[in-house]
């Protein structure tokens, strides 16, 4: 069975760092790709960018380039999100999800649960 | 960026009845179209792909169609299960991923 297991809620100042995972499980993790999407709080689904783990090649969406960064470790089959100085705005629910297995062009047909992130002083 | 455009906002329906919604892009996708529903607290689930396709274990009442720019998403006879919100999402140009702004599907 594929699972995506994602790790708990947040709760972190302004400033601060973060980062969350995203476990695979039940295929083979290094041969699909591995995307991000927010959703923050009442409001719908943006996508944030996408890592093909065999290889570690990482897409942005323009909107989030620069803003956080995508990884991976092949090794336990884990993707991870992160922050090097969260803001207010970053206050949301992270979810995870499995792509395509050669282009990043393809829809997502499982998904993590979610991680909320929640950032306040 | 390719801008997608979901209509209407809010579609109320009695069950048992007919549900279509639809998906306008800024510019072609092809057939490379997804459909998503999800519910409150929960994450997205996939019910179409290839703008026509439906997903492992999605009952034969969501069907899809269109291509190029115009799409839309039915559901045939409402169950009280499919009361929920819809998105779809183009994954044919660059940034890919990008979703509409979603359809609330709620009980007439």
């Known amino acids: 069975e594929v699972q995506l297991v994602q790790s708990g809620a947040e709760v972190k100042k302004p400033g601060e760092s973060l980062k969350i995972s995203c476990k695979g499980s039940?295929?083979?993790?290094?041969?699909?790709?591995i995307g991000w999407v927010r959703q923050m709080p009442g409001k719908g689904l943006e996508w944030m960018g996408i890592i093909y783990p065999g290889d570690s090649d990482s897409r942005y969406s323009p909107s989030f380039q620069g803003q956080v960064t995508i990884s991976a470790d092949k090794s336990i089959s884990t993707a991870y999100l992160q922050w090097s100085s969260l803001k207010a705005s970053d206050t949301a629910m992270y979810y995870c999800?499995?792509?395509?297995?050669?282009?990043?062009?393809?829809?997502?047909?499982?998904w993590g649960q979610g991680t909320l992130v929640t950032v306040s002083s | 960026e390719t801008v997608m455009t979901q209509s209407p906002a809010t579609l109320s329906v009695s069950p048992g009845e007919r549900a279509t919604l639809s998906c306008r892009t800024s510019q072609s996708v092809s057939s490379n179209l997804a459909w998503y529903q999800q519910k409150p607290g929960q994450a997205p689930r996939l019910l179409i792909y290839g703008a026509s396709t439906r997903a492992t274990g999605i009952p034969a009442r969501f069907s899809g169609s269109g291509s190029g720019t115009e799409f839309t998403l039915t559901i045939s006879s409402l169950q009280s299960e499919d009361f929920a919100v819809y998105y779809c999402?183009?994954?044919?140009?660059?940034?890919?991923?990008?979703f509409g702004q979603g359809t609330k599907l709620e009980i007439k």
């Open positions: 039940g295929y083979s993790f290094t041969s699909y790709w």
């Open positions: 999402q183009q994954y044919n140009n660059w940034p890919p991923g990008t």
């Open positions: 999800a499995r792509g395509g297995t050669g282009s990043y062009l393809a829809p997502s047909d499982y």
